[in-house]
């Protein structure tokens, strides 16, 4: 199976600040890597497909990066919405593996 | 718009079972995959498998093979998740994600809302 690790696990930020989160996969999974936002309660939600494409409906201060074995989420100018808990999910292979989740939380 | 909306939450005793449902509005069933993942309070989110809603055919994940059974009635567009022989470890939070194709990947871009399955004594 195909490992995913992301850093940080969690971090602190303010409304206005600009994050990057990353994502390590075991192996080479070309850009085959969706990143989803879960907010507390509910069901996860997809941000980024295919490492970069910005799902539709999405705001554009999400842009996703990388391919091979590492990965980027940035999201800038945090929003008041943005906190929540994102993970990275691989699309090369099954079984579909993800990584253990960032939360974003209120600096 | 499609939605997938599940059962509600359930209590249940250990050894007991507990079947959820998927039930999709605004695409035909058949024509996407179902898969199932878990996710355990304050954890992250696994997959347990896909079902064919075509043929029924259901695949597991390692982990999710014997006790966990997917199935699919066409007929009012619904997917099933059944647990049998439930365990405190069980106690999680189940949804049903459809799967999107995009050439050799993919993803699951809708969700059903969630099914939390407690298991207590």
């Known amino acids: 199976d195909i490992q995913m690790t992301q850093s940080p696990s969690s971090l602190s930020a303010s409304i206005g600040d600009t994050v990057t989160i990353t994502c390590r996969a075991s192996?080479?999974?070309?850009?085959?890597l969706n990143w989803y936002q879960q907010k507390s309660g509910k069901a996860p939600n997809l941000l980024i497909f295919?490492?970069?494409s910005l799902q539709s409906g999405v705001p554009s201060r999400f842009t996703g990066s990388g391919s091979g074995t590492e990965f980027a989420l940035t999201i800038n100018s945090l929003q008041p919405e943005d906190f929540a808990t994102y993970y990275c999910?691989?699309?090369?292979?099954?079984?579909?593996?993800f990584g253990q989740g960032t939360k974003v939380e209120v600096k | 718009q499609v939605q997938l909306v599940q059962s509600g939450s359930e209590l249940k005793k250990p050894g007991a079972s507990v079947k959820i449902s998927c039930k999709a509005s605004g695409y035909t069933l058949t024509d996407y995959t179902i898969d199932w993942l878990r996710q355990a309070p304050g954890q992250g989110l696994e997959w347990m498998g896909w079902i064919n809603t075509n043929t029924g055919k259901p695949t597991y994940a390692q982990g999710f093979r014997g006790r966990f059974v997917f199935s699919v009635d066409s007929s009012v567009n619904t997917a099933f998740l059944q647990i049998s022989s439930l365990k405190a470890e069980d106690t999680a939070v189940y949804y049903c994600?459809?799967?999107?194709?995009?050439?050799?990947?993919?993803?699951?871009?809708?969700w059903g809302q969630g099914t939390l399955v407690t298991v207590s004594s």
């Open positions: 295919d490492a970069s």
């Open positions: 994600a459809r799967w999107q194709w995009d050439d050799l990947t993919g993803y699951f871009n809708y």
């Open positions: 999910q691989q699309g090369l292979s099954g079984p579909w593996t």
């Open positions: 192996q080479n999974i070309n850009s085959y």
